[in-house]
């Protein structure tokens, strides 16, 4: 009876053991998966980063351009009629390109800013609201702009 109950406890150990690896192998092929999920997961990010949000920013952009081009001939129009309407609303505009009556020693500079902030147009880091006379000490031309 001996062998018996011994032939048992053998069968049980190893039983146990099969089972021990087994889960052992399922733990390892599942931790593997998820490296690899990871993985692709960071790729996708990575994918959608680079294509994705360049390309809506650059709908986005152009967009500002055209509204843009919208708004300025309707300003043009208002200075012929009313001369002292020089100051923009800059509420409704979110980049003001510098021109010959603003900010013109700014035209081509590669720090002029001109993005708008609660109403208010931050020209560069330097001149936060322009400068003054018709040259900038600190100008430097934009690689972008072709003079």
Known sequence: MEDWSKGFFEVMENAVSDAEHFFNDVSDEFAEMLDV???????????????????????????DGYFNEFIEPIIDICLEFDPQFDEIDLSLVTYVEPSPTQQAACQGCRNYHGQVYGGN????AMHPTGVESESCQDWEADSDVNF
């Open 37 to 63: 999920l990871a993985k692709i997961s960071e790729e996708f990010t990575e994918q959608v980063q680079n294509n994705l949000i360049a390309e809506v920013d650059g709908y986005f952009n152009e967009f």
């Open 121 to 124: 147009l931050l020209v560069c």
